[in-house]
């Protein structure tokens, strides 16, 4: 047995397809797999037809209240441990949490990077990266709470011109997975609180839903006119676009509403 144990974070992509060829030979190496289902859509029946080891599913629980004692038992012992994540293993706080916690016990460390929604929805919209602004979640009222960040954030974001991506909320273990369609309702009930014109019907927006899947969509247009769309598919993300698109990114948005906005085909 190993007197130190390895702890691999690796990035499952937006799906199981996008399992990069380092994953595949990390997870191999792996005496123990571990399957993150909450923070992203990542389907343990699809992993199983390309990964030949066992999956555990791990819970919110098992990595957030009670900080990852499983892994780090495990780790204690000397064995190799992966920990597969949607999208990029170091985009949620919950897994650098982790990886923090296993450096300052002296365990090794690996990260294998993985494809994130963060860059996909907003290329696939045909937008350009270097004009992203600050990321929001758009969250259901709690206790009758409504919360109000998401309108900040994209107010701050056009002051600058900058395009908003909105994540909307998932929680895979509870399935909640919230549409477009509700995070615009609840953005419009903000705007009619706050009356600062942010959250405009002529406003230009994007909608992706389930990237990486083969029944994936990208639709983008006006507000009034893409909150008619009826788009079933999960994960689902918004994108408020910056009040000035450059040139190219208002082709390339010409272009992706042709070839990905399978609405109605």
């Given at each position: 047995m190993r007197s130190r144990g390895e702890l691999y974070l690796v990035g499952a992509g937006l799906s199981a397809r996008y399992?990069?060829?380092?994953?595949?030979?990390?997870?191999?190496?792996?005496?123990?797999?571990?399957?993150?289902?909450?923070?992203?859509?990542?389907?343990?029946?699809?992993?199983?037809?390309?990964?030949?080891?066992?999956?555990?599913?791990?819970?919110?629980?098992?990595?957030?209240e009670r900080s990852g004692?499983?892994?780090?038992?495990?780790?204690?012992?000397?064995?190799?441990?992966?920990?597969?994540?949607?999208?990029?293993?170091?985009?949620?706080?919950?897994?650098?949490?982790?990886?923090?916690?296993?450096?300052?016990?002296?365990?090794?460390?690996?990260?294998?990077?993985?494809v994130s929604?963060?860059?996909?929805?907003?290329?696939?919209?045909?937008?350009?990266?270097?004009?992203?602004?600050?990321?929001?979640?758009?969250?259901?009222?709690?206790?009758?709470?409504?919360?109000?960040?998401?309108?900040?954030?994209?107010k701050a974001n056009d002051s600058l011109n900058l395009h908003t991506l909105l994540l909307l909320e998932y929680d895979g273990e509870k399935g909640v997975a919230m549409k477009f369609r509700e995070a615009i309702e609840i953005l419009r009930e903000i705007e009619e609180k706050r009356g600062e014109g942010v959250v405009r019907e002529e406003r230009l927006v994007s909608v992706a839903a389930a990237l990486g899947y083969p029944n994936f969509s990208v639709c983008i247009g006006e507000l009034r006119r893409v909150s008619e769309l009826e788009i079933e598919e999960v994960p689902q993300t918004l994108v408020f676009v910056s009040p000035k698109p450059h040139p190219i990114e208002v082709e390339a948005m010409k272009f992706a509403n042709s070839r990905w906005c399978r609405v109605g085909r």
């Open positions: 399992l990069t060829l380092e994953a595949l030979e990390v997870i191999e190496k792996a005496d123990y797999v571990f399957v993150d289902t909450y923070t992203g859509r990542i389907d343990p029946r699809d992993l199983e037809k390309i990964v030949s080891k066992p999956l555990v599913e791990v819970s919110r629980r098992d990595l957030e004692k499983d892994v780090l038992k495990l780790l204690a012992e000397g064995r190799r441990v992966a920990l597969l994540v949607p999208g990029d293993p170091l985009v949620a706080t919950t897994h650098i949490s982790l990886l923090l916690e296993a450096h300052s016990r002296g365990f090794e460390c690996r990260v294998v990077p993985g929604i963060v860059p996909a929805a907003l290329t696939f919209s045909g937008l350009m990266v270097y004009k992203i602004g600050k990321i929001a979640t758009v969250v259901y009222p709690k206790n009758g709470i409504l919360f109000e960040y998401p309108y900040d954030v994209i």
